[in-house]
C-alpha cells in the first residue's frame, strides 16, 4: 500500500497543527460557532446528539495492521472501546471529547492516517472496490488512480468550498463494487482496444433526496488526463452548483438542469484550455505510485483447494459465504462479518480490531480492507489457511456466515446516535436480524441487500437496496418507507444498477419484520430455481410483493398517504448532514 | 506603502482593522473605497471600486474616471474583464459569505486569462481562508477588521508544500518530485 515519504507526513503534521490551533481559538472564543463548524468538518469532526463523532478515512479503503491497531488504541483511550465502520470506507468514533480531537488527530498522523475532508463542503475520501489488486475479473488496479487522486484533491485551493459535499468513487473491475454510478464523479477504468489506459467518466449520481444514477459525460478519457479532466468538472460546479438551497446544491442538480450533454460541454469548454498543461499525470508519476500496490510475495507452492471440501458443515457455509475467488492460485480473500445478530452493523470492538490486525499477519501481508457493506476483509489468506482463520475468527465473533445475505444488512446510525435523523435505524435492524437468525433459512433466502437509512439523506444506501427502508417523521412519530429492486452494482457481473422503487404507504417500527416476512413469503412462491430474491423483482415487478404485503393484517388501522415531514433536517442546528 | 500597526483595543491582540494584507506580510491602510452595489455615488478622485455592472455602464459610456477598479461579485463572470486588463489598476473578488467558494474559481479565471495585476479579497475574508486564496492568485486580503493581524499573517505560510498545481504554483507537487528525484540519482 502507499507509505507517505517526508512531504506527505509533514503535510498531514502541519494540518494537525492548523487544527490544534483553530480548535484553540475557538475555545477561546476567537472562532465562532458557525466558523468553526465549517473547519471541524473538515476534520471530520461532527456534534452529534450525545457527543461529538469524529469520522477518519480509511482512503479506498485500505489498512495496515499498524493502523488497524492505532484504530483500537484509539477506541480504548478516547472512546468507549469501539468503532464504527460506515459505508463510505471511513470509521467513526461517537463518543468523543472535543477538547482531546487534535491529539487524536496527531496520533493518527504517526501512522499516516487522517480525518481530513471527511466532511464539509469538500471533495470527500475517495473511493474503490474492497477487492482491488485480488479480484478475479479486474480489468485494471484502481489503487495507484485513487492515491494520485487523494493526493490532488487534498487541500484543493480552488475547491475547498463547494456548493456541497463531493464524492468520487473510482472501479477497475467487470462488477462494480464501488458503486460508481452513485457518486457525484464516478470513475471506470478500462484498458482501451490498443491497450491504453483510460477512464469512462460519470457524473451526476448520488443518494439522497434526489437519488439520480450518474450520466456518462466522457466516453472515454486517456489516463493522463483524469486530473485536468476532474478539475474542470468541479470548476463548472463549484461556479454554477446552486447555493441558495441545500436540498438542491448537489451536482446531480446542475447536471440535471442543464442536461447530461450540455454539462459535458461546459466541462470541456473548460477542459481544452487546461489540457496538457502541468497537471497533466505523468508516467513517472504513475510508475512511482503503482511500485507501491505491486502484489505481496505470494507463496507459488500455495496449495490450491476448493475451501468447500474441507472440514465440516459449519465451516463450509461459512466458507461458502465468506470466502471470495482470487486472482493468484492458492489464495482467497476472506470477508470478515461485522453484522452478527445484535450489533450495530459496522461496529467493531477495539479487541475485534487488534485480532483482526493480528489475524491480517498471521494469514497475510498485514494488510485488510473496509468494505462499503461495512465489513472487514482478508485480502491475502492461503487456501490451506481457512480453517485455521475460521477457527480464530468464531473465537472474536467475526465469522457470522452471513455475507451477503439477510442479516448481512446496511445501516446507519440512525436516530440513537444522528441529530439529523427522523428515526431510529438500528432496533430495525436487530428485529428483522432476530426474527430471520435462522441460519437455514437465510442461506435458502439467499442473496439479499437489505438497506436501512434513518432519514433522506440514505447514508444506509436505502435506494439501491434489493430492499430498502427508510424512517420517516410523520407527524413526530417513527415511520418506515419500503422500496424494492434497487441494486448499486454490485453482485452483477455486468454491474447493473438501479433506483428501488417505493411500495406503497410506511409501518410502524413493530410490523416491520412481518413486512419483510411477507415480502419473503412472496419471493419464496414467485422464484424459479436459482433465482435471486432481485431477479425475481426485477422479472415479476413490485405488484406481487406489494399485494401480498397490505393484504389484511399488518394494516388494522386507516392510514393516509405519506406526508414525510422535514422540519426536522430544516432546523438550522441539525445541519450536520451524516453523509 | 507605509508598515502600520493599527491600535488595538485594551488588552486585545492587534486586529486586522480594515486594513490591507498583501501576500509577502506586509500590511498597509486600505486606500481604495468600495461602492456597493445599489449605493448611489459620484465619480471622485478617491481610488474605488465599483461593483462590475457600474463599471462596465461607466466603461461604455466613456466616464470611468482614473482612479477606477472594479470588484466582482460571486456570480460574476471573470470574462467580462477580458478586455480590459491593461486598464484596470486593481480587481477584487468579494466574499459575502467565507463558504461560498464561488470567488476561488473567479480568481483562478482571471490569472488564467491573463490578468496580472493585483488581485484583492474583500468581503468576509478569514484568517483559514487566507493560504487557499493566495493559492488561486489573490495577493492582497482585506480580512474581516476582527481578525487577527498576526494569525492572519502567519496563515500566510501555513503549509510548506502543496500537491497540486495552483495559480500560485502551476507545477504540481508529482513533477517537482520527479524532479528532486533525478537530481539525487544523477539521472
Not at chain 2, 27 to 46: F, I, K, L, M, P
Request: glycine content about 8%; overall charge negative.
Amino acid at each position: 500500500m502507499y507509505r507517505y515519504d517526508t512531504i506527505d507526513r509533514q503535510l498531514v503534521n502541519e494540518r494537525v497543527a492548523e487544527y490544534r490551533d483553530q480548535l484553540q481559538r475557538f475555545l477561546a472564543g476567537e472562532l465562532s460557532e458557525e466558523e468553526f463548524m465549517h473547519l471541524r468538518l473538515r476534520n471530520g469532526l461532527y456534534r452529534q446528539r450525545h457527543a461529538p463523532m469524529l469520522r477518519i478515512a480509511i482512503p479506498y479503503g485500505l489498512l495496515s495492521s499498524t493502523q488497524l491497531r492505532r484504530l483500537a488504541h484509539i477506541a480504548r483511550r478516547y472512546d468507549r472501546g469501539y468503532g464504527h465502520f460506515t459505508t463510505r470506507q471511513n470509521i467513526q468514533f461517537n463518543w468523543i471529547k472535543l477538547e482531546e480531537t487534535a491529539d487524536i488527530l496527531a496520533e493518527l498522523a504517526e501512522v499516516e492516517m487522517h480525518a481530513i475532508q471527511t466532511s464539509g463542503n469538500c471533495v470527500r475520501n475517495i473511493t474503490s472496490d474492497e477487492f482491488a489488486g485480488i479480484a478475479p475479473d479486474e480489468l485494471v488496479d484502481p489503487r495507484p488512480l485513487a492515491e494520485i487522486l487523494r493526493q490532488w484533491s487534498t487541500f484543493h485551493p480552488e475547491f475547498n468550498w463547494l456548493p456541497r459535499k463531493f464524492k468520487i468513487a473510482i472501479n477497475g473491475a467487470k462488477e462494480d463494487r464501488a458503486a460508481v454510478a452513485f457518486h457525484d464523479i464516478g470513475l471506470h477504468v478500462l484498458r482501451g482496444p490498443d491497450g491504453q489506459l483510460g477512464f469512462r467518466v460519470l457524473a451526476g449520481g448520488g443518494m439522497g433526496r434526489t437519488p439520480a444514477i450518474g450520466a456518462v459525460i466522457r466516453e472515454w478519457l486517456p489516463w493522463q488526463h483524469v486530473l485536468t479532466y476532474v478539475e474542470s468538472i468541479l470548476r463548472v460546479y463549484n461556479r454554477y452548483g446552486r447555493r441558495d438551497n441545500k436540498f438542491k446544491a448537489r451536482i446531480k442538480i446542475l447536471v440535471k438542469a442543464l442536461g447530461a450533454q450540455e454539462f459535458a460541454r461546459q466541462v470541456e469548454e473548460d477542459f481544452a484550455q487546461i489540457i496538457d498543461g502541468p497537471s497533466t499525470l505523468t508516467q513517472e508519476e504513475f510508475d512511482r505510485v503503482s511500485a507501491f500496490f505491486v502484489p505481496p510475495p505470494y507463496d507459488p507452492q500455495a496449495p490450491e483447494v476448493d475451501p468447500e471440501t474441507v472440514g465440516d458443515k459449519a465451516f463450509a457455509r461459512w466458507a461458502q459465504r465468506s470466502v471470495r475467488a482470487h486472482k493468484t492460485p492458492g489464495y482467497r480473500s476472506v470477508v470478515l462479518s461485522l453484522k452478527p445478530t445484535g450489533i450495530a452493523p459496522g461496529d467493531a470492538t477495539a479487541e475485534q480490531m487488534d485480532a483482526v490486525a493480528e489475524f491480517s499477519e498471521r494469514f497475510g501481508f498485514g494488510q485488510l480492507r473496509v468494505t462499503h457493506e461495512q465489513n472487514l476483509v482478508l485480502p491475502d489468506v492461503r487456501c490451506d489457511q481457512l480453517h485455521a482463520l475460521w477457527q480464530a475468527a468464531r473465537q472474536v465473533g467475526l465469522a457470522t456466515p452471513n455475507i451477503g445475505l439477510l442479516t448481512d444488512l446496511i445501516a446507519c446510525p440512525g436516530g440513537d446516535f444522528c441529530a439529523l435523523a427522523n428515526a431510529k435505524s438500528l432496533p430495525i435492524a436487530h428485529s428483522i436480524q432476530a426474527r430471520f437468525d435462522d441460519l437455514d433459512y437465510q442461506h435458502d433466502i439467499g442473496e439479499l441487500d437489505i438497506n436501512i437509512s434513518g432519514c433522506i439523506n440514505s447514508c444506509g444506501h436505502h435506494h439501491v437496496g434489493h430492499i430498502g427502508i427508510l424512517g420517516v417523521d410523520k407527524d413526530g412519530e417513527e415511520w418506515y418507507q419500503v422500496s424494492l429492486g434497487g441494486a448499486d452494482g454490485s453482485g452483477a457481473a455486468d454491474g447493473r444498477n438501479a433506483i428501488g422503487k417505493v411500495i406503497g404507504p410506511s409501518f410502524t417500527a413493530t410490523e416491520m419484520p412481518d413486512v419483510m416476512g411477507r415480502l419473503l413469503e412472496t419471493y419464496v412462491r414467485e422464484r424459479i430455481e436459482g433465482e435471486r430474491f432481485i431477479d425475481t423483482v426485477l422479472r415479476i415487478g413490485i405488484a406481487p410483493f406489494k399485494d401480498h404485503v397490505y393484504q389484511g393484517s399488518i394494516h388494522a388501522h386507516e392510514r393516509a398517504p405519506d406526508r414525510v415531514n422535514d422540519t426536522r433536517a430544516a432546523t438550522p442546528k441539525r445541519q450536520e448532514v451524516m453523509t | 506603502m507605509s508598515q502600520t500597526q493599527t491600535p488595538a483595543p485594551s488588552g486585545q491582540a492587534p486586529v486586522a482593522g480594515g486594513r490591507v494584507l498583501s501576500a509577502d506580510g506586509s500590511w498597509a491602510d486600505n486606500t481604495w473605497h468600495v461602492v456597493r452595489e445599489g449605493e448611489a455615488s459620484e465619480a471622485t478622485d478617491t481610488p474605488t471600486l465599483w461593483p462590475l455592472v457600474q463599471w462596465l455602464e461607466r466603461k461604455a459610456q466613456g466616464t470611468l474616471p482614473a482612479n477606477a477598479g472594479v470588484w466582482l461579485a460571486p456570480a460574476d463572470d471573470p470574462a467580462a474583464l477580458n478586455a480590459d486588463f491593461a486598464r484596470l489598476p486593481l480587481v477584487a473578488v468579494d466574499f459575502p459569505r467565507f463558504f461560498d467558494g464561488r470567488g476561488y474559481s473567479t480568481a483562478s479565471l482571471l490569472r488564467r486569462h491573463g490578468y496580472t495585476g493585483e488581485l484583492r479579497a474583500i468581503g468576509e475574508v478569514l484568517i483559514d481562508q487566507i493560504f487557499h486564496l493566495k493559492r488561486v492568485g489573490f495577493d492582497s486580503f482585506v480580512p474581516r477588521e476582527d481578525q487577527n493581524a498576526a494569525h492572519a499573517t502567519a496563515a500566510l505560510q501555513r503549509y510548506s508544500e502543496t500537491y497540486q498545481g495552483a495559480t500560485d504554483n502551476p507545477v504540481p507537487l508529482f513533477r517537482r518530485r520527479a524532479a528532486s528525484l533525478r537530481t539525487a540519482t544523477g539521472s
